[in-house]
């Protein structure tokens, strides 16, 4: 025994010693497959129709969203509905920047005129703007207290919406400017570009742009979730006291892991106006919030992998749904008898969120973990990569968050 | 029971308590506590349950408030300052019940403990700007050395959920000696573990002392592994301190006999000492 | 004055009605540590079972059903789900509450359609009045029988062995356990109480001056969120001055619309989330609730 002490001692006065163990050996499968799958998306508007690739971008757009949410909510553990907010600051933002002023019919509209590309930047500054404000009140609440209060953020953003007509077209909305960066226009003309003699109008341009987007959102999240902050967000939601001794400014990350998901929220909110061509308030009301809060559960809180497959299920879910209406059991087409499409997607979110939180707290990332570790034979741990919002574990750490009642030791 | 070539640090100030108190509501968990750590020193704070020890690493960790009271670490107000803070002038904890995050590996755990060293921030990391792989490369090469000091080295990349209780508890040590502290604070570190493991960390916390000379406090209820480590030992009942001194001193102390004889305690802090001899061969007695 | 008295008066009346969703709230959180987002639905579940009975059943009948079913409905919840989760960090609690509430709401705005469904208060829509200061009669006697429910309460939970089970038990559950008090019980029979206490609270929710039964007797429901929250989530004296104020702030603010014009029309609605991040800024915990004793 005291040799390694000795050895030890050595080590610990500044001696390199043995190197450390070994990283798990990366095969190289997954880069492959992943590249695989890069050049299918890429390849994918010469082939597949224009429904398919709007939903598309209507998923890579829930896609941004949701890993903002995901690092608010799943990583960081603090409950918030005030994603509709967000995205309506981001979208009004750039509607107003990049749209034009004037009127058509009743409505007065202002707007700046400037480049879309301004008015996408625009739009996520002004969301972290609105996160900035807010993050005091979002640093001090506890958790749940602030599923609370972002609850009327939601309706107030909505009152402004509705309210401030001149900005943001009140109840009727107004249409989004199209996108455009540096001449080359993301709609139908400007220039007219045919690629392997298939014609790109908006749809196919769109696509890549969330492609583009939708992988930064996603590379930014994952090298965040692996380093410093990240690790100190991580053990924000497992105890922040335990944090806190460990030398993490609780309140300065809690508003700051506010302010990035706000952003995040902010560049959906633009590319969902690109998406849908228009805003108004209607969109941006509590049930969007829910619906992102629906993607990040059922993919698995904390995981940047499970938002991404969260996004994707939630948002395409319905469109399916309603395209597909003869074919799915129980659902009804506009007018026909049988469920809406999309009241059938709700009950399912519903109970799937149910279902995910009894049951598989690591969502859908959890259940591909579980099929990837099955597929190579058992090896490694027993403990499943949970990015559990359920801990059952050790971490019930003390001091606990909630008042003591007198000391136990 | 200083080994020859021991040397404290000379950076590593006295902590020095003077008359903390602590209310919760009507409840007095602390009343006017005393006591100093001396520099380098292994310091014990031992009592029966509900004495207010845990109550007082709470203190010194900055996390309860005190309502009287001071706390001094040098010229560091302690009883003054939030937590992160405190952990920023190097005053280190690992606690009793496992504040880990399980689903994350060893390495990641200790490398919390690097937080306040390092400085990379959203963008810099979000971005994987060079400065912050490097910044992760410099301290992650520093806590293998550490984790290797503990017998952690061949598990860095183990989730810490599938450890055994015993090395998740040293996993709380090493990360809290990833701090680079200049105090460290060990709440019951060998509270569950057998004899032998026991036995490991009472060599790990008496080679970190002499290693890295640096004061270490201790919360513990094995008399046998305060006895033979600690070179002064405080002991509270009922949130007052009603002993400090040696170990010697404060076995054969008639107040402290009663406190646990009287709550009901089998151990008898002198007995303890007899039936329990130092199962630590080769370092002293 | 008199607009001022009138205001006043439907303000302490729309406050009452909060403070009963408001204290429901309280009571699941003191004993589940919950929070239930279910609360908005669940209301709703109890006018719309109280508008589709009045017919065959009548109004009385129809309204003890009515709120005899929500509790039901709340219990069941607390049953079948919560009981389950039992520990689980309070964030995945709330968001199971949201799964239950999304598939209640969807069922229940599908049944309800576009129309709009009546419920006959026997007492019809009049007013009663005090000189020039009026206040509608359905507000008046809501205003009655909250305060009724709410004394009752109060002396239920001060001095009856569930009440006292239940203070034990959000005080230190662990303790309580081990003092022989059954959790499951004393949280299902506080859903249970939470659920009747929306259920009374939609009945009059329903009444004039609103028209009937509609989904946005949901949006309306959610306002007695901040009442709860900013009088403190775990303080049911909270849960009471939360709903006064909100209600209150609600009625002045709809009240002098005309004055407030450029805040944008529709202010009363937001007013009461507007009230709650205020007091926020100021006192973290709520006005009353429990100041965490842990600094970080």
């Known amino acids: ?409 | 029971m200083r080994d020859a070539e021991e040397r404290t640090r000379s950076d590593v100030p006295a902590v020095e308590v003077e008359n903390v108190s602590v209310r919760f509501g009507a409840i007095k968990a602390l009343s006017e506590v005393s006591f100093t750590v001396e520099p380098g020193a292994i310091h014990a704070i031992i009592g029966p349950n509900g004495a207010g020890k845990s109550t007082m690493f709470n203190v010194l960790s900055g996390v309860y408030k005190a309502a009287e009271g001071q706390v001094r670490f040098g010229d560091a107000r302690l009883d003054q300052m939030r937590p992160f803070q405190i952990a920023g002038i190097g005053v280190a904890r690992a606690f009793q019940n496992i504040a880990l995050s399980s689903t994350q590996s060893v390495a990641e755990n200790l490398m919390l403990g690097r937080h306040h060293l390092t400085k990379a921030g959203f963008i810099s990391a979000g971005l994987r700007l060079p400065r912050a792989t490097r910044e992760g490369r410099i301290h992650g090469e520093r806590v293998a050395e550490i984790a290797e000091f503990l017998e952690l080295g061949d598990k860095l990349h183990t989730p810490v959920g599938v450890l055994s209780y015993g090395d998740q508890k040293r996993v709380e040590v090493a990360r809290a000696l990833c701090t680079e502290p200049r105090l460290l604070l060990l709440d019951e570190p060998v509270a569950g573990m057998n004899a032998e493991e026991t036995a490991r960390m009472g060599e790990a916390i008496h080679e970190i002392r002499s290693a890295l000379g640096i004061s270490v406090v201790l919360v513990e209820h094995d008399m046998g592994m305060v006895m033979s480590l600690a070179d002064r030992v405080t002991v509270l009942d009922f949130g007052r301190r009603i002993a400090d001194g040696t170990p010697a001193e404060v076995q054969a102390h008639p107040e402290v006999i009663r406190a646990y004889l009287g709550s009901g305690e089998e151990i008898n802090p002198a007995e303890a000492a007899v039936h329990h001899p130092t199962e630590t061969p080769g370092t002293h007695s | 004055m008199t607009q001022f008295l009138s205001l006043l008066l439907n303000g302490i009346s729309l406050g009452a009605i909060y403070a009963l969703i408001a204290l429901g709230f309280v009571i699941i959180f003191k004993a589940s540590e919950v929070v239930s987002f279910t609360h908005g639905s669940l209301l709703l579940l109890g006018a719309y079972t109280i508008a589709r009975l009045s017919d065959p059943l009548g109004f009385y009948l129809a309204a003890l059903v009515g709120v005899a079913i929500t509790a039901l409905a709340a219990f069941v919840v607390e049953r079948l789900i919560i009981n389950r989760l039992r520990g689980a960090p309070v964030i995945s609690l709330a968001i199971v509450t949201i799964g239950v509430d999304i598939i209640l709401l969807t069922e229940l705005i599908r049944r309800i359609g576009s129309d709009i469904l009546n419920v006959p208060h026997p007492w019809g829509g009049g007013s009663f009045r005090i000189g020039d200061v009026g206040i509608s009669m359905n507000r008046l006697i809501a205003t009655i029988v909250a305060g009724v429910l709410i004394a009752l309460f109060f002396v239920a939970f001060k001095y009856s062995s569930w009440g006292v089970s239940m203070r034990a038990s959000a005080e230190d559950g662990e303790t309580a356990a081990l003092m022989g008090i059954r959790l499951g019980r004393v949280s299902a029979l506080a859903w249970a109480v939470a659920g009747a206490l929306a259920g009374v609270a939609a009945l009059f929710l329903v009444g004039s001056p609103t028209p009937g039964v509609s989904p946005s007797a949901y949006t309306v429901a959610l306002r007695a969120f901040p009442a709860a929250i900013l009088g403190g989530l775990d303080s049911t004296g909270g849960a009471l001055v939360g709903g006064l104020l909100i209600g209150l702030a609600e009625s002045f603010a709809a009240g002098y619309q005309e004055q407030l014009l450029f805040l944008g029309r529709g202010f009363g609605d937001v007013v009461p989330y507007i009230v709650m991040i205020i007091v926020l800024l100021v006192r973290p915990s709520g006005l009353f609730g429990t100041k965490e004793l842990t600094r970080v």
Not at chain 1, 163 to 181: H, I, K, Q
Not at chain 1, 197 to 223: D, S, T
Not at chain 1, 295 to 303: C, H, T
Not at chain 1, 349 to 361: K, W
């Open chain 1, 1 to 409: 025994m005291s040799e390694s002490t000795a050895t030890a001692t050595q080590r610990s006065t500044g001696d390199r010693g043995r190197p450390a163990a070994a990283a798990p050996r990366r095969s190289w499968v997954r880069p492959l497959l992943l590249a695989l799958v890069l050049v299918v998306l890429l390849a994918l508007p010469l082939y597949i129709e224009e429904f398919w690739l709007r939903t598309g971008f209507a998923v890579c757009v829930a896609i941004v969203g949701a890993i903002g949410l995901n690092l608010l909510v799943g990583t960081t553990g603090q409950l918030s509905l005030a994603q509709g907010f967000f995205l309506a600051v981001g979208a009004t933002t750039y509607v107003f920047v990049s749209g034009e002023s004037g009127g058509i019919g009743l409505a007065d509209l202002s707007g700046l005129g400037w480049p879309p590309l301004v008015g996408m930047i625009a739009g996520v500054l002004a969301a972290g703007l609105a996160g900035l404000l807010f993050s005091p009140i979002a640093a001090r609440l506890r958790g749940i207290y602030l599923g609370v209060a972002s609850l009327g953020l939601v309706f107030i953003g909505q009152h402004v919406l509705n309210s401030w007509t001149s900005v943001t077209g009140g109840f009727n909305g107004r249409s989004a400017p199209e996108f455009s960066l540096f001449g080359f226009t993301f709609g139908n003309r400007d220039p007219e570009l045919y690629v392997l003699a298939v014609p790109f109008r908006e749809a196919e341009r769109l696509w890549y742009l969330g492609l583009v987007l939708a992988l930064g959102a996603y590379l930014f999240a994952r090298n965040l979730l692996r380093s410093r902050p990240g690790r100190a967000l991580q053990t924000l939601r497992d105890s922040e006291v335990a944090a806190s001794v460990m030398g993490v400014n609780v309140q300065g990350y809690k508003a700051r892991v506010f302010l990035v998901s706000s952003m995040y929220a902010g560049l959906a909110g633009v590319m969902f106006a690109l998406s849908v061509g228009s805003i108004a308030p209607e969109s941006f009301g509590l049930e969007v919030s829910i619906l992102y809060l629906a993607m990040i559960v059922l993919g698995g809180l904390g995981s940047v992998g499970g938002a991404v497959l969260g996004a994707v299920f939630v948002t395409a879910l319905p469109l399916i749904f309603q395209r597909y209406a003869d074919v799915v059991p129980l659902v009804g087409g506009p007018g026909e008898s049988g469920l809406a499409a999309g009241e059938a997607a709700r009950y399912l979110f519903g109970l799937a969120i149910i279902l995910v939180v009894l049951f598989e707290p690591a969502g859908l990332a959890g259940l591909a973990g579980r099929f990837r570790r099955k597929g190579r034979g058992s090896g490694g741990g027993r403990l499943t990569r949970r990015s559990s919002a359920v801990t059952s574990s050790s971490t019930t750490s003390v001091p606990s968050d909630r008042p003591a009642q007198g000391s136990t030791t």
